[in-house]
C-alpha cells in the first residue's frame, strides 16, 4: 500500500483507500459506517494535480440516496525534502478552527482527508482584479492573525539555508541537466542570501504565520456566495509579513512567469489598503504604505531565492517532468535583475527612517 500515489488516477483508488484507511484505523470513525458499502456507490475524479500534491473528489453515496463529497489530498514522491509535513499538520486544525481551508477529518501514511470546497480555483489574472486583491488582502490580515502554539521563530532564512545545503552538493544522473547545474555559481548564490538576509533583518518586520504560497492555485472562490478560500497549507510556517505578500505578487506572473506582470506600485497600495486596515482602507496613512511596500519589495527578492533553491532539489528528486532546473535559473535570473532596484529603495527608506 505504500505505493498508494502511483494509483492516483486508478478508479479503484477509492476502494483501496477505504479499506487501507479502515485496516490501518486510520480516519476509522468516518469510513466506519461506510465499509459495508459496495465499490459502485463510491466514485474518484482528479480536482487538481500540482507538483507536490494530488487533489481527489471522493463521492459516497449513502443508504438514503445522498451524496457526501469529500477530498483526498495525496502527497507526491520525495516531497518531505522540501515539506515539513509534522509543521503542516499541527497548524491546519487550528487554520481550520480559524475558518481557513477545508476540515480535515483525517490523516494517512501519504495524504490526509478533507471536506470538499465547493469553489473554484483563481487564475493568476484573477488575483489582481480589484474586487478579489482587496478580499485576498483582508483574508490574508486574517490569517495573519492565526496563533500556532509553539516557536513563534520565523523559519524563511533556515528554511533557504537548509535548501542551499541540500541544493549546492547535487549530482545528476542526465548529462545536460549535470552540464546546466554545473554552471551555477553557489558561492555567488550564497553571497547573495546572506546579503538579502541583513538588509531584511534591519527592516525589523512583523512575524506572523505566513501561508508562504499564496499562488492562484492555492485560492478558491465560490462565485454565487463570493466566498474565497486558502487552501494548501503545506508550506505554511511563521515568517515574516511581507514575505507573505511579496510571493503572492510574485505570482501574478502567472504560470508563464511573465514578472511584467508583478503589480505597479498602485496596485500594490490598494493591496496594502486593505490588509492594514479592513474596515477603513481608505484612512491608511501614507507611512504605512511605505513601511509595507518597502518590506514587501525586498522580501519578493527572497521568494524568488526560496522557490530558486526549492527548483533545484526538485529537480533531482521529483518525478514530475518538468523543467526545474529552467526554473531555477527563471527565478534567480529574475532576482538578480531586480536586486539594485529593491536594494536601493530599502536602503534609501532606512536612510530616511534615521534622520526622522
Not at 476540515?103 to 490526509?112: E, I, Q
Not at 487564475?123 to 516557536?151: C, N, T, W, Y
Not at 549535470?178 to 538579502?196: C, G, M, N, P, W
Amino acid at each position: 500500500m505504500e505505493n498508494i500515489f502511483i494509483l492516483a488516477f486508478s478508479r479503484e483508488l477509492l476502494t483501496i483507500f477505504v479499506w487501507f484507511a479502515f485496516d490501518r484505523g486510520l480516519c476509522k470513525d468516518l469510513f466506519k459506517k461506510w465499509s459495508h458499502l459496495d465499490e459502485s456507490r463510491f466514485s474518484v475524479e482528479t480536482v487538481s494535480g500540482g507538483i507536490t500534491n494530488l487533489l481527489l473528489k471522493i463521492s459516497v453515496r449513502e443508504d438514503n440516496g445522498s451524496d457526501v463529497p469529500l477530498t483526498v489530498r495525496l502527497y507526491g514522491p520525495n516531497t518531505e525534502y522540501v515539506i515539513d509535513r509534522e509543521r503542516e499538520l499541527q497548524a491546519i486544525g487550528y487554520l481550520s478552527a480559524a475558518g481557513f481551508g477545508a476540515k480535515l477529518h483525517g490523516v494517512f501514511g501519504n495524504g490526509m482527508v478533507q471536506s470538499f470546497i465547493n469553489a473554484r480555483t483563481l487564475s493568476p489574472s484573477d488575483m489582481r482584479k480589484p474586487k478579489l486583491a482587496a478580499e485576498i488582502a483582508r483574508q490574508l490580515r486574517k490569517f495573519h492573525e492565526v496563533e500556532i502554539p509553539g516557536s513563534k521563530e520565523p523559519q524563511l532564512w533556515n528554511d533557504i539555508f537548509k535548501f542551499f545545503e541540500k541544493a549546492s552538493v547535487l549530482k545528476f544522473d542526465e548529462i545536460e541537466k549535470q552540464r546546466q547545474y554545473d554552471t551555477i555559481s553557489f558561492k555567488e548564490v550564497h553571497d547573495a542570501i546572506v546579503e538579502l538576509k541583513g538588509l531584511t533583518d534591519v527592516l525589523d518586520a512583523p512575524v506572523v504565520f505566513a501561508h508562504n504560497d499564496l499562488l492562484s492555485g492555492n485560492l478558491m472562490l465560490n462565485d454565487d456566495e463570493e466566498k474565497l478560500y486558502f487552501i494548501d497549507f503545506e508550506y505554511g510556517s511563521y515568517s515574516y509579513r511581507g514575505y507573505d505578500i511579496g510571493n503572492h505578487f510574485n505570482e501574478y506572473a502567472g504560470f508563464d512567469c511573465d514578472y511584467n506582470l508583478y503589480p505597479d506600485k498602485d496596485e500594490q497600495y490598494h493591496f496594502f489598503r486593505h490588509y492594514l486596515q479592513p474596515e477603513n482602507p481608505e484612512e491608511v496613512s501614507v507611512k504605512y504604505l511605505e513601511v509595507l511596500y518597502v518590506e514587501t519589495t525586498s522580501f519578493a527578492l527572497a521568494s524568488h531565492l526560496y522557490w530558486a533553491l526549492w527548483a533545484l532539489i526538485q529537480a533531482k528528486v521529483s518525478p514530475v517532468d518538468f523543467d526545474y532546473l529552467g526554473y531555477f535559473f527563471l527565478r534567480y535570473n529574475e532576482y538578480k535583475k531586480q536586486k539594485e532596484k529593491y536594494f536601493s529603495l530599502a536602503r534609501s527608506y532606512l536612510a530616511g527612517s534615521k534622520t526622522e
